[in-house]
Structures are given as C-alpha cells and as structure tokens.
C-alpha cells in the first residue's frame, strides 16, 4: 500500500488522446473504432455490496478520485470539485475552482487540487479555494497533495512543488528530455521519503523538500525511426508492490523496477496507453486493441491472454484486494481474477464512459464515469 509523505523534515479518457506538440494536436487514437465485443454471459463467482451512488457534473478529462483518510474527492470538468465521506453519497463540501478543467483530482484528506484548462493550479479546502497559481506548462496529471505540498508534473516533464499552506513556490525540476510528450497521465506518486516521477521512459526518484535526483532508472528503452515512434513515456498511476514499481511505457512496453536496488526485474514488449494493475501474483494490462494479459509478478511470465474484452476501450486497471477491475467505453466495471483472467463479476454504471482507473481504499472502489456517475462498492 502506498504510503503518503510524512510532515517535513521529510525523515500520493473523452479516451486518452495523443497530443505530441501543435503538429499532433488534433489526432485521436480511437478516429475509426471497431465494433466491441459483447458481453460475455456470466455467472458471478465474486459478490460486493453496493455502498452508494452520486451523479455528479459532466467529466471530459480522465479523472481518477481522491481517496485519502476515509474521504473521496471528485472533480467535474465545469471546475466543481466535490468532497464525500467514503461511505455515504451526501456531499461534505463542494467548491468551484472559476474555470473549467484539465487534471485532476490531487486529495490529501484536507485539500483537493485541481488544474484548470487555463494552466492554473487550484488548490480548495472546506468548500473555498485556498489559492491559485499560474503554471508554466499544460498539465493532464492530477496534481500531488502530499506532506503538506502540492507536486504537478507538467507535459513538458518538469515537477513543480508548492506549500499546500499558501501556494508558496518551493522548487522545480526541470530536466533535458525529448521535444514531444504524450498527453496522458503520467507517473506522479509517493514512496516513503521520495517523490517517484516519470519522466520520459525513466522512473526518478525525487527528493520532496528540496527537487534534486535521488535515482534515475531506466523503465524502457525507446525505440524507432522518428520521434513521435520513440515516445515511450509512463502511464500512471504506477502499481507499487512493496519496493517493486510497476508501470506502462506509452505503446511499448510492461515492466517491473526494483528501485531499491536499482534493477529492471523484467520488461515485456506490449503496446496499450493505460495503466497495469495487479498484485504480487500477476500484472495485468490491456494492448490498443483491449486484448487482455496477464503476466506473472515475479518474472514476467505470460500467464494468460484473452480477447472477451477486446474494443470495448477499456480504462486503467486498479488492484483491488485479491482482484483486478476495469471499466469500458459503455459503463461496465470487469471485477478479474489477475492469475487468470477469470471475470468474476460485472458491475454496471449510468452507461458512461469511464475513462480512468478505478480507486481503491481498502475494501472500497470507486469510479467515475463520463456523465459525471460517481459509484462505490465494498468487497466482503
């Protein structure tokens, strides 16, 4: 389980698009969709609790939830953010961030961070914005509220960090990278005392108080004849597995970091533009195609690989407990067995599309969709 940072001394798609400098702008991975695939008929062998369910406004942006001490936070692309207790529906406070956005939401318990299409980051508490700040770069990650600091990872590669108190700027990372990016979520999360970071094909440990490299590791090595065929940067969010990262490099590859040592365990050559799920059994992603696999945790061996799923345009993959979950294109949550890829139970939404992972806390999932359906269920 990921833990967040500590208070210092320092001893957390509309389908996803390519958007790879003005010349890509307007390009769609999903111009021509094929037919999805039907619904496979299905005997549960999982059973959840229904816990409740929300409608929220529209969410044209992959919005993942902030779930943080026994609280979930969602954000609406009109700029309302909204704030629950995990285990009821009635809103605890809603702010309006003043424009509409682009990333987010960053959720510390206390705080929600947004960024909006203006390239500001907004910062709100107890239904009032607490400040706002221009950013440099357009952002597609959702902001880092962690340690009492707000972390952005830009499309330009480059980490910001601000005081969560007051928005005071702390620190920017900026580093020589590739010209073109891909617009997608990238890797931004805590470990232990370190900010971990995706920059390009690399994972990069971060000092949290003061931006200087701790570690650079290689996660893939890009390959090919241009630049747009080169972009290999990390989907996120990463799945942590105690001191293993693993994570998605953009329609490259799968693979696995022990970052305490400083080691690639394994690498595995599949394209797909969402995050991998799974646990210390299986990993488990989905290819462009949505043709499922998963691969074994401990050496990256082909487990199993199945097509049931297959252009049903599904989202990231979120572990929860024992199982993995996915939505789709049409509203459905796919509950799979990751040493299988059994389908154990199918949960259905308001139809809309769900374009990000699902969050976990505990026994707890939610997921947003498209039409602004916020829903959560318990596993027994």
Not at 45 to 54: D, E, F, P, Q, R
Not at 68 to 78: G, H, K, M, Y
Not at 274 to 288: K, L, Q, S
Request: some cysteine; aromatic content about 6%; glycine content about 10%.
């Amino acid at each position: 389980m990921i833990q967040p940072f500590k208070r210092f001394s320092w001893p957390r798609p509309a389908l996803t698009g390519l958007l790879v400098g003005a010349a890509l702008s307007g390009c769609s991975l999903w111009s021509d969709k094929p037919k999805p695939a039907p619904l496979e008929s299905l005997q549960p062998s999982a059973s959840v609790s229904a816990l409740w369910s929300a409608s929220d406004a529209r969410v044209d942006f992959p919005m993942q939830p902030g779930l943080a001490a026994n609280r979930v936070a969602t954000a609406a692309s009109d700029g309302t953010v909204t704030v629950r207790a995990l285990e009821r529906a009635a809103p605890l406070w809603t702010a309006k961030a003043g424009a509409r956005l682009s990333a987010g939401v960053g959720f510390d318990g206390e705080r929600a961070a947004v960024v909006t299409a203006d390239n500001e980051l907004v910062v709100l508490t107890k239904g009032q914005v607490a400040w706002r700040k221009r950013l440099a770069s357009r952002v597609s990650t959702a902001p880092l509220v962690a340690g009492e600091r707000v972390f952005v990872l830009g499309l330009d590669r480059a980490v910001e960090a601000y005081d969560a108190l007051d928005g005071r700027y702390l620190w920017r990372l900026q580093r020589s990278s590739d010209p073109l990016s891909v617009n997608i979520h990238g890797v931004l999360m805590p470990m232990g005392d370190t900010l971990v970071v995706g920059q390009g094909a690399r994972l990069v440990g971060v000092d949290p108080s003061r931006g200087s490299v701790r570690w650079d590791l290689p996660m893939a090595t890009p390959r090919g004849s241009n630049e747009v065929e080169r972009l290999a940067d990390l989907v996120g969010p990463a799945l942590r597995l105690d001191d293993t990262v693993c994570a998605r490099a953009f329609q490259l590859a799968v693979a696995c970091m022990d970052v305490t040592r400083g080691a690639l365990r394994w690498t595995r050559n599949a394209g797909g533009v969402h995050a991998v799920g799974g646990n210390a059994t299986a990993i488990v992603g989905a290819d462009g195609s949505d043709r499922m696999s998963g691969w074994r945790a401990e050496s990256g061996e082909l487990l199993w690989s199945h097509e049931r799923l297959l252009n049903r345009q599904l989202g990231g993959i979120a572990t929860w407990g024992s199982w993995v979950a996915v939505g789709d294109a049409q509203g459905q949550v796919h509950v799979l067995d990751p040493s299988s890829g059994k389908t154990l139970i199918r949960l259905s939404t308001d139809g809309g599309v769900i374009q990000a992972a699902p969050r976990v806390s505990g026994k707890v999932m939610v997921v947003v969709t498209r039409k602004g359906g916020v829903y959560a269920w318990q596993a027994p």
